[in-house]
């Protein structure tokens, strides 16, 4: 008794704490898990999208950004299966459609035959052939005609039959259409959720892409402002937007690689959305979503000035400057602006194609130096490599040695070409 007695307590706590067998709660309802993780992935991004970037840290914006991402791409994927279900409920309607049609022409074929055959019977009646039997004195004759007419005794069977299962088949195939266009019904409206889903993670990541743009550049006319006063500071600043233009461009560079798939997929899926009847089923589109703004990589506002790109920022500095060496005889040329992309070529190209050598081997191991992507202000628009500047020696550096920073530019000691607003 006293064991009963336990085991009752023990059940009644387990109740209580919710502590129960799958078994036993089968009646408690359940959350779909992949819903669940859909929908905090949503909330999670939408609070993100409201991150303050000017006051947030580089952790909080790259994770912010990771959480939009992965959003995007949750919701995208959750769109991409609805959009095969659509596909597969219309593609079952098409094919039970098909059917029914084949059908009828097979029911009626055979409804012909069932009334040629009625009225051959009403004609000629099944008992007259046997009298005919039976009125024969030769065996072989009777047994031939008695042969006949078995024959088409169950010839006429099979005929109806062959109705019976059209008519059985038929009234399925109808259920299974109706069925399908319900699921398809079902599937649209959600489609149109998931669509609407997929536009909203959209907006989130461009709210989010629209202020770092804008955090990028404010920051950026700050370094500039404390060129002067504040070496340090102006490039600390400058580097940290030079890494997040860097984070900014591998989420867009995702963001091209999920369009071109999905275009990819679309156009595989049109090929291949004939119905038996030989018409086209209607193809998908993927959902559209904006784009961030600006010339450059983040945003940056880019100007060209005697075919140097550069951060428009610093466009007037340098035109003055280029305008003043031209004015001495010194002809300065070179590149300026380059996006996170080329940077990333850059490395390929004078560290190695490896994960380290691209993204931490130092920039004074690679021949010719060059700055890890995100990290060069090449990225931001605020350096320049001149041409001609390949030594100490050459007039090109001197003349830069003695003149560019009256117009805010200074030199990386460890290259002699590579001139920007923090000499960095």
């Known amino acids: 008794m006293r064991r009963r007695s336990l085991v009752a307590g023990i059940a009644a706590i387990a109740m209580t704490f919710g502590l129960v067998a799958p078994e036993l709660a089968s009646s408690a309802p359940r959350q779909d898990p992949r819903a669940e993780r859909e929908r905090v992935r949503a909330e999670q991004a939408q609070v993100a999208a409201e991150l303050d970037t000017t006051r947030a840290s580089e952790q909080q914006i790259s994770e912010a950004l990771n959480v939009i991402n992965e959003n995007l791409q949750t919701q995208e994927a959750a769109l991409a299966r609805t959009q095969e279900q659509v596909a597969q409920a219309k593609q079952d309607v098409a094919d039970?459609?098909?059917?029914?049609?084949?059908?009828?022409?097979?029911?009626?074929?055979?409804?012909?035959?069932?009334?040629?055959?009625?009225?051959?019977?009403?004609?000629?009646?099944?008992?007259?052939?046997?009298?005919?039997?039976?009125?024969?004195?030769?065996?072989?004759?009777?047994?031939?005609?008695?042969?006949?007419?078995?024959?088409?005794?169950?010839?006429?069977?099979?005929?109806?039959?062959?109705?019976?299962?059209?008519?059985?088949?038929?009234?399925?195939?109808?259920?299974?259409?109706?069925?399908?266009?319900?699921?398809?019904?079902?599937?649209e409206a959600e489609q149109e959720e998931r669509t609407e889903a997929v536009r909203s993670a959209k907006a989130d990541q461009q709210q989010l892409q629209d202020s770092i743009q804008n955090t990028i550049a404010n920051q950026v006319a700050r370094s500039i402002e404390l060129q002067n006063t504040d070496r340090a500071l102006s490039k600390k600043i400058a580097e940290q937007q030079a890494l997040l233009v860097a984070q900014l461009a591998a989420q867009q560079a995702a963001q091209q690689k999920a369009a071109a798939d999905a275009a990819a997929a679309a156009a595989a899926a049109a090929t291949s959305t004939q119905r038996p009847d030989g018409s086209e089923a209607t193809a998908l589109p993927p959902v559209s979503g904006g784009s961030g703004g600006g010339t450059g990589t983040g945003g940056i506002s880019l100007c060209t000035v005697g075919g140097i790109t550069v951060n428009c920022a610093i466009s007037g500095k340098l035109g003055n400057m280029l305008n003043a060496a031209r004015g001495d005889g010194v002809a300065l040329s070179g590149g300026g602006y380059r996006d996170p992309a080329q940077q990333i070529e850059l490395r390929k190209q004078h560290c190695g194609?490896?994960?380290?050598?691209?993204?931490?081997?130092?920039?004074?191991?690679?021949?010719?130096?060059?700055?890890?992507?995100?990290?060069?202000?090449?990225?931001?628009?605020?350096?320049?490599?001149?041409?001609?500047?390949?030594?100490?020696?050459?007039?090109?550096?001197?003349?830069l040695a003695g003149n560019a920073a009256g117009f805010g530019f200074y030199n990386l000691p460890s290259e002699p070409w590579h001139w920007s607003t923090s000499g960095s």
């Not at 004609?123 to 065996?139: I, R």
């Not at 920039?363 to 390949?390: K, M, V, W, Y």
């Open 353 to 399: 194609t490896s994960y380290y050598a691209i993204y931490q081997m130092s920039s004074s191991s690679c021949s010719p130096p060059t700055a890890r992507p995100g990290s060069s202000q090449h990225e931001i628009g605020l350096a320049i490599d001149f041409e001609n500047c390949s030594s100490r020696g050459t007039r090109c550096y001197q003349w």
């Open 96 to 187: 039970a459609e098909a059917a029914i049609a084949r059908l009828k022409g097979e029911i009626t074929d055979l409804r012909a035959v069932v009334r040629q055959r009625a009225v051959k019977a009403y004609m000629s009646p099944p008992g007259d052939d046997v009298l005919s039997v039976l009125d024969t004195n030769d065996f072989v004759t009777a047994s031939s005609r008695k042969f006949y007419i078995e024959l088409q005794s169950q010839d006429d069977a099979d005929v109806a039959d062959r109705l019976n299962g059209a008519l059985s088949e038929i009234d399925y195939q109808r259920n299974k259409a109706e069925e399908a266009r319900k699921v398809a019904e079902k599937k």
